[in-house]
């Protein structure tokens, strides 16, 4: 290769150099600040400069602290249980609302909405659904006669509204993945499994998931990512109570920053909860590659062939 | 298997009327070739019959019971689609099987039955393959595998073999008209090809425009076709068509035109009796041309291009201002430019209406 085209190669990188640069700046700063403030015992009032550095210490302490520990085993639980549902309910709207029929496209719309408000309006809207006396739902058991829900005030129960809290606002947004997905698949193979046969059931089971299954997994990941940093619409119904029953992780997060005043230990909390979702995210960006790897290598194969 | 009856059957895409008022009917254990031009409505026409397409009037009978109300699966029907409509997820032993495995057949008999059509097919080492990871004529392959696996009473095939080559074609043309001669089943099967058309059809169906222009055995289409599309239609190279007017001299009949003068058949005579209009066209068949002036009536060409197609060859040739296609043995070769004598064989002439296309 001559010195030109070298040089002609390298120009790009050249030109891109100084952008890159800045973005990764950009975005890795704040990470950077973070990571590094977890090494440290770091109070609000003090300059970052200032403050001592402890090495793992954070970490360990956290590794040891039950309350933690706890709401990090909430934050699982929470996000296992909504994303399940979620994905259950979604899926199963979409395949039922696939058809083209008069006045679906206003229902669509409408099964889209709770995704646009913002959280802690949805937050503040259930809480005072779930009040012991005025709330919808205590009424409505009342005047059936039947004994009123402490949904906010038992543990378990308060688990319960938070997770239908959640299900309902996100919900919708598997429903419109599912959706998209279920619109492009390809009519013929289903034509092809009616003639072969296929029920309904049949068709939605051999033929349809399967075909949405790259979709569906990228919006399960997408929504468990986003299950595990959950804050609002907690904060506003249950502030993480009673007890600890639904303290979730960025709850726990926050309340240690602002009312324990430990932002080193909250850091630490936080990197914590990174590693987790890296795992999760690095996972999604894996599958796809498989994903995308085969597809490419399917394709050469049958050009070749 | 149920006779399938078409009645006054129509369908439109919004505006777009596709198929006009449509009669049809598939003898029991008939195979019946669909063909036509592109765009035609065959591929419409099965697809209504599978039930993939809902009717906008008119109704089909299976054995005089009505089924648009039937769903495509209980019609009892397997189908090869012209975009072979393979399952991307599947290998292909599970495209293959699919049907058999829905209806919860033993594992040892569908796994007899896929490699039974695979190998017939030359697809057999294909099997645990995707669809993706193969190519058009495979694909296509699959296709025809799915639906001859299956022990459907009727089965449709929509261009089934146009992406194979020349000599895979001929050997699934070998294995279906055997099925044909083996199995009791109806089958109709749409194709461009005039060979397929011709060499496994019991009968055959012209269509253009959605209108169905004739329909009856190979032979008959070939020998007695009803008007001129069916006559440029079937038969290859195609039927040459030149304007003529009629002319009577010393009681007989003559078609005179730009360059010839060719004294007509008697029956054609004798058809034409009472035909007022002196304006017709004139249809030959590229094969009614003989090197032996003595065997027909002379005609004068001038050669043009000579299309070398190996034992047989296309001349095609001038006469007048219009273009005429010979067939012709390639063992006596002709010199281009230079002016031809043929002896055309006048019984095998067909005379159609200029206005009506109607043969006469
Ligand atoms: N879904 C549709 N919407 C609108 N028009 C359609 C639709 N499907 C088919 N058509 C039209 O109907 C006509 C007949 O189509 P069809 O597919 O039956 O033709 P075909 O005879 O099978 O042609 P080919 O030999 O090219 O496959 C065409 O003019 C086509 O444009
Ligand atoms: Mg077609």
Known sequence: MTTASKLNRLTPYLFLAPAVLLLAVAL????????YASFLDWRPSQYIGEAEFVGFRNYINLWNDEAFRESFGVTLKFAAVVVSLEMLLGVGLALLLDRKLRGMAALRTIFILPMMIAPIVVGLMWRYMYHPTVGIFNRTLKSWGLDPIPWLSDGTWSFV???????????????????AALQSLPQSALEAAELDGATGWQKIWHIKLPLMMPVLIVALLLRLIDAFKVLEVVLVMTNGGPGLSTEILSLRIFRTAQEFQELGVAAAMSNYLLILLMILTVIMFVYNKAVENRAARLRAEAQEA | MPTIRFEQVEKSFGAVRVLPPLDLSLNDGEFTVLVGP??????????????????????????????????????????????????????IAKNMSFALRLKKTPTAEIETKVKRVADMLNIGHLLDRKPAELSGGQRQRVAMGRALVRDASTFLFDEPLSNLDAKLRGKMRTELAEMRDTLDKNMVYVTHDQIEAMTLGDRI???????????????????????KFVAGFIGSPTMNFLDAELVSEKGKLLARGDGFNLPLPKELTSNLKDYSKREITLGVRPSSFSTDVKTGAPIELRLVVSEYLGAQSTLVTKCGEAEILVEHESSSPMKTGGVLKFGVRTEELMVFDKETERRL
């Open chain 1, 161 to 179: 509204a938070v997770v239908i809290a959640d299900v309902w606002q996100w919900t919708p947004f598997i429903f419109i993945l599912s959706l």
């Open chain 2, 205 to 227: 169906v012209v269509m253009s425009e959605g209108v169905i222009q004739q329909e009856g055995t190979p032979e008959q289409l070939f020998k007695e076709p009803a008007n």
């Open chain 1, 28 to 35: 890795l700063y704040p990470i950077g600040y973070m990571i």
């Open chain 2, 38 to 91: 592109s765009g035609c409505g065959k591929s419409t026409t099965l697809r209504i019959l599978a039930g993939l397409e809902e009717l906008s009037g008119g109704e089909i009978f299976f054995d005089e019971n009505p089924i648009s109300g039937l769903a495509s699966k209980d019609r009892d029907l397997a189908m090869v689609f012209q975009d072979y409509a393979l399952y991307p997820h599947m290998n």
